[in-house]
């Protein structure tokens, strides 16, 4: 499989508040690259957020904004390339609500949720969050809620999913993100 995986963290509730980003390049069921950057996010931090990623205002301050990162992420979003997240409803909003904000194009692209595949593969585990499914199927997550290791973590969960249960499960679960 050829995917992008990608993980957000925000700077509080609302969805166009993204404090960093990661994407991992998935090639032939291989992880060939990884991006990672922090983003001012130019809101106020929430103390929840700070709480679950450990990101905070001063962290970003020279951080480049959303649509300076756009200009080198939106390469990968296309009617032909697939975007997996975990939980991707999420993520997926935080790109579109974000590029609403700054009034950038919306693009059509692929994308799956691995929390849903994980859903329907192992519906025994006692929940579906990203730690508890990479646990289950012994792949490493060092730092849950750091933008690269949780999106490492995903790419590694489709590829897992996809070598154990074939390319026709998988693409039962591919949605176009409009």
Request: proline residues 3%; charged residues 25%; aromatic residues 10%.
């Amino acid at each position: 499989m050829n995917f992008i995986a990608i993980d957000f963290e925000t700077a509080a509730s609302k969805r166009a508040s993204a404090c960093s980003v990661a994407l991992i390049v998935v090639r032939n069921n291989k992880v060939v690259d990884e991006f990672y950057s922090l983003i001012n996010p130019e809101v106020d931090f929430n103390w929840r957020n700070i709480k679950v990623h450990g990101i905070h205002e001063k962290d970003v301050q020279d951080a480049p904004t959303f649509p300076e990162i756009w200009s080198h992420l939106k390469k990968f979003f296309n009617i032909n390339q697939l975007v997996i997240a975990h939980n991707a409803s999420f993520d997926n909003s935080v790109i579109k609500q974000s590029l609403i904000r700054y009034n950038l194009e919306i693009p059509k692209y692929l994308t799956l949720d691995t929390l849903k595949t994980s859903k329907e593969l192992y519906p025994d585990l006692t929940n579906h969050k990203l730690n508890t499914v990479c646990d289950a199927l012994n792949i490493e997550l060092k730092h849950h809620h750091n933008a690269l290791d949780d999106s490492l973590a995903c790419a590694n969960i489709l590829i897992s999913q996809y070598n154990n249960y074939g390319k026709q499960f998988v693409e039962k679960f591919i949605k176009i993100k409009k």
